[in-house]
């Protein structure tokens, strides 16, 4: 049975950078597109990035967009979020999701807001303040 696992999550100060990371075990997730998404206390889960299988596309909600970074590291069976200029509105549990295919990375994260995703991590905080 495969799983994902998620971890990089800290409390950070806003304007501070972290990265996360979604590792797979049980299978390989060089055929597969990794969403990130985020649930916020009392808020509805927001896509926050999305990366294809092939590595070709990347997609950022506007929110995010020029602070947040995923790539993906097949050696490593892992893929990651990098963040910086963290402020309080990205405080939120985030979640990891793959989804087999060779979907564009802004597909991925359509069908990761439909829970269309065959398997998803526990999640990791994040918490920004001062």
């Known amino acids: 049975q495969g799983q994902l696992v998620e971890s990089g999550g800290d409390t950070v100060r806003p304007g501070g950078s972290l990265r996360l990371s979604c590792t797979a075990s049980?299978?390989?997730?060089?055929?597969?597109?990794i969403g990130w998404f985020r649930r916020a206390p009392g808020k509805g889960r927001e896509g926050v990035s999305c990366?294809?299988?092939?590595?070709?596309?990347?997609y950022y909600a506007d929110s995010v967009k020029g602070r947040f970074t995923i790539f993906r590291d097949n050696a490593k069976n892992t893929v990651y979020l990098e963040m910086h200029n963290l402020n309080s509105k990205d405080t939120a549990v985030y979640y990891c999701?793959?989804?087999?295919?060779?979907?564009?990375?802004?597909?991925?994260?359509?069908?990761?807001?439909?829970?269309?995703?065959?398997?998803w991590g526990q999640g990791t905080q994040v918490t920004v303040s001062s």
């Open positions: 990366i294809s299988s092939s590595d070709s596309s990347t």
């Open positions: 999701g793959a989804v087999p295919g060779t979907q564009d990375a802004q597909t991925v994260c359509f069908l990761g807001a439909g829970y269309q995703f065959d398997i």
């Open positions: 049980g299978f390989s997730l060089d055929y597969y597109g």
